[in-house]
């Protein structure tokens, strides 16, 4: 099955910089990876480690994050905010079982739609090495802890209130 | 009532329809996604008729929600925004998926670029699901202009804003305006007198009704948003009152001690203790240094008090606050000039006749110490050999790595001012020599022409160590011509170092005072270093001159006008329309934990004492949602970037790997 394997990865990107990096690595035709399916926050500060839990349980087998480099945040210096709580998150994943090599945090400028493909590409293919995570099958065996993440509202048959 | 969205698939002609099946991702799209009501494929979806397709379903169908799968929202974001809007749907009732940038430009493999792009879709359709209408914000402008710096970027921009007939608050940190220009000899390339150019402007400026001028002062504390700041300034003491100072100097005459002027003769010149810091300083009040003033040190003097004809010297008076109320902030806080001591090897500090660009143009200047005359530190032997060292701290990863723009005009000018008046051999040593301005390159060739040496090398070290004969009594620059490719030593009497401009020492404080970004260098961060190079990240408050980057005189004049520009429009508006896209805490929810409080880098969130819960400003917030993620009660909501549209995106985007490993694992079951 692994050689077969196709991981599912969800990026999120700040608005300013790896949004529009993704961008630029589109004008320029640079073909990578499309393992990999962006969801564009305002900044990478936005980015709440729930949502990173949510995407491994629905599915995903990595997870991307990406913004500004450290010093040129739009938002003046919400990425090394990210950075910290990016810290943290590794040692939860860690403490789940979840290998570091599926979460990873990126700098990639707007101009850098180059590294940011690079990245993407060097990612699929370590987490393709790693196999499909099947965080959902694993908690199941390992019941009670998946209440947390399944919690979070479902959005299938919903309208807005 | 149930969501009807319309999704629309943009073929870009064959940019996107080349790799993907929009037909049918169009139909899938009708056929899988919840709510869909209809899904529309067009050729260009951007063109008026794609829009009036998108309007007219809005209108027939009654359309809730729109999804338009095209380009990068960058791009076509607003446009489809505006569609919605004539149509009568709330703007923020649509989502734009990019599959052109993000799907169909990047992969190869059709049926895998068809998998993505419809991942992306249902992202779309189940973020948009849970949109809700949001209201632009509207925030009056207060006319009034708080102008930061008082050199020939901030003059010109106050000028140009009191001329409308705004009121302008020019607040100095020295005594008197001008700032670095003030105290220029000639200018470059025209060899106009800088003073002559600049005086008449700080004349009109200092005695303009609309302009307030606040010198020997600075801004304490900002508070408020675009169209609303509170500003505290401090007017340091001069102890004397500028009700009764009539300007006319016998203080100054009469004051005993004489101090050398580090700031206005950049150490070439004295002042006094009392002291305007030169003849046309506007305004033209003295100031007392204290900390070299007699009677400040040792209780007696007085000088200045007796013979001050309208008895305006007031020892006891005290710094002043004031408060007052802007719409708009222009900085124009100028630059510093590099440390030249920090190049030990040049021997700038321990070696008497090597000295900065700074220092030059003060001994140039026929208002300086010197009276014009070029001279060696004894005053009075003219130098036979002048060298002149480019890049001094500039293009240097050691100290700082951007080109200052201006040293090579500088040097040129130097060149030919000391040519001119004292006839001696000059050499220009120079790593690269830069002119890209309007007639900088005539300028260039017309040195060339004077008989100005070049020597090409970055100069090794100036010493006054004797090796050859000739040598004895000079300076000595040791240099390799990497032209001709060999080692020189080239005795002069004088070296000018031509010293890099660099951001002002508290540059990232002011930055941090304002609620702008500055690089890490530090200088100060325009919105867009093309589209947008005089406005910040911050709403309101705008940037001009060289504490943007190095720039000469006649780009920090444009860069003033512009910044005023800018603020004029913002005044003629009256008001300003803010994107809803901000956070807002729940008071219902909020602990009161504060952790939210020292996230927010725009002073947004302030805590509330006797309700203790904390909440946002909207016009201030920027909307970059770091205290929404942070929020450990899930308080704060970021508007249009809620959990719950996040969330449900992410279930769409994974609509097709939600239950795969389960299916897998029942299908490996055996029966």
New interface residues.
């Given amino acids: 099955m692994t050689d077969t394997f ?1 991981p ?1 990865i ?1 990026g999120f990107t700040c608005n300013w910089c790896s ?2 990096a ?2 630029l ?3 320029a ?4 990876a ?1 393992n990999v ?7 990478s ?7 990173v839990f ?2 491994l349980a ?3 087998d990595g997870v991307l994050i990406s913004g500004c480099h450290p ?1 040129d ?6 990425n090394y ?1 990210t950075m910290r ?1 990016f810290a943290l998150l590794k040692r939860t994943l860690a403490a789940l079982g979840i290998e570091p090599t599926r979460v990873r945090l990126v700098w990639a400028s707007a101009a850098e739609g180059n590294i940011l ?1 690079e990245e993407i590409d060097r990612m699929v293919a370590e987490i393709k090495a790693l196999g ?1 995570l ?1 965080w ?2 694993r908690m199941m065996k390992d019941k009670g802890h998946l209440s947390a993440v399944s919690s ?9 209130q | 009532m149930a969501e009807k969205i319309g999704v629309y698939v943009c073929h870009c002609g064959s940019n996107i329809a080349g790799v993907i099946d929009v037909v049918n991702l169009a139909r899938w799209a009708e056929d899988t996604l919840p709510n869909v009501r209809v899904a529309r494929d067009y050729k260009f979806m951007c063109s008026s008729l794609g829009q009036e397709m998108i309007e007219k379903d809005i209108k027939d169908l009654g359309l809730t929600r729109v999804v338009v799968a095209a380009c990068s929202p960058h791009l076509h974001e607003t446009t489809f925004r505006n569609a919605c809007q004539r149509a009568g749907l709330n703007p923020f009732l649509f989502e734009m998926v990019s599959i052109r940038e993000q799907v169909s430009w990047v992969t190869q493999d059709k049926a895998v670029a068809m998998d993505k792009a419809r991942a992306l879709v249902s992202a779309g359709v189940h973020r948009v699901l849970y949109h809700q209408p949001l209201e632009p914000i509207f925030v009056d402008i207060n006319p009034n202009v708080l102008v930061v710096g008082g050199g020939i970027a901030g003059i010109q921009a106050a000028l140009e804003i009191a001329d409308q007939g705004s009121h302008v608050y020019l607040v100095e940190r020295e005594p008197s305006i001008g700032g670095h220009m003030a105290q220029f000899d000639k200018t470059f390339p025209t060899l106009d007198c800088a003073a002559c150019i600049l005086t008449p402007k700080m004349f009109t400026a200092g005695h303009h009704p609309n302009i307030t001028l606040l010198t020997w002062s600075e801004v304490e504390k900002v508070d408020g948003y675009v169209g609303n700041f509170t500003v505290q300034i401090r007017k340091k003491a001069r102890k004397v009152d500028t009700t009764k100072c009539t300007g006319c100097g016998v203080c100054e005459d009469k004051c005993p001690k004489k101090v050398v002027d580090m700031v206005f003769e950049a150490g070439m010149g004295t002042r006094k203790a009392i002291y305007t810091p030169f003849p046309q300083a506007v305004p033209n009040y003295p100031v007392i240094d204290v900390e070299n003033c007699i009677y400040f040190q040792r209780g007696t003097c007085k000088a200045c008090e007796k013979f001050c004809p309208t008895g305006a010297i007031d020892f006891n008076q005290q710094d002043e606050m004031l408060t007052i109320q802007v719409g708009n902030v222009i900085l124009a806080t100028g630059y510093e000039l590099f440390d030249a001591r920090r190049i030990p090897q040049y021997g700038y500090g321990r070696l008497a006749n090597v000295i900065t660009n700074l220092e030059f143009e003060r001994l140039s200047n026929t208002a300086g110490p010197t009276g014009g005359k070029i001279v060696l530190r004894d005053g009075v032997t003219t130098p036979q050999a002048v060298g002149i060292i480019h890049c001094v701290g500039s293009r240097d990863i050691k100290y700082n790595v951007d080109c200052s723009a201006i040293c090579c005009m500088q040097s040129l000018k130097f060149a030919h001012l000391v040519k001119e008046k004292t006839g001696a051999k000059v050499y220009n040593f120079y790593i690269d020599i830069r002119t890209p301005g309007k007639t900088y390159d005539e300028f260039y060739r017309r040195i060339l022409d004077e008989g100005i040496h070049f020597i090409r090398g970055k100069v090794a070290e100036v010493t006054d160590v004797p090796r050859f004969p000739g040598e004895e009594g000079k300076l000595i620059i040791q240099v390799e011509d990497t032209l001709a490719g060999r080692q020189l030593r080239v005795p002069v009497d004088m070296v000018i170092l031509s010293a890099a401009m660099q951001p002002r020492a508290d540059a990232k404080e002011v930055a941090k005072k304002f609620g702008i970004s500055c690089s890490a260098n530090g200088w100060f961060i325009e919105r867009h270093p093309k589209l947008d190079p005089v406005a910040t990240m911050t709403e309101g408050i705008f940037i001009a001159g060289v504490c943007q980057g190095p720039k000469d005189i006649p780009a920090s004049v444009a860069q003033g006008a512009a910044a005023a520009a800018r603020v004029l429009s913002l005044i003629g508006k009256k008001q300003v329309v803010l994107e809803p896209v901000r956070a807002s805490i729940n008071q219902e929810q909020c602990s009161g934990c504060r952790i939210c409080n020292n996230l927010c880098p725009f002073n947004a969130i302030t805590f509330i004492e006797d309700r203790a819960v904390s909440e946002i400003n909207p016009a201030l917030c920027q909307g970059c949602g770091t205290c929404v993620a942070a929020c450990p009660s899930g308080a704060i909501t970021g508007a249009h970037f809620t959990n719950q549209q996040i969330m449900a995106q992410i279930e769409g985007i994974l609509w097709d790997v939600s239950n795969r490993h389960l299916v897998h694992e029942a299908e490996a079951v055996p029966a």
Wanted: charged share 25%.
């Fill in positions: 196709e599912v969800v949004y529009r993704a961008d690595a589109g004008m035709r640079i073909k990578y499309p399916r962006l969801i564009r926050l305002m900044c500060g936005r980015l709440d480690p729930q949502f949510k995407a629905e599915g995903a010093g945040c739009h938002y003046i210096e919400q905010k709580r493909a499909p099947n959902k099958q979070q509202p479902t959005a299938v048959t919903g309208g807005a």
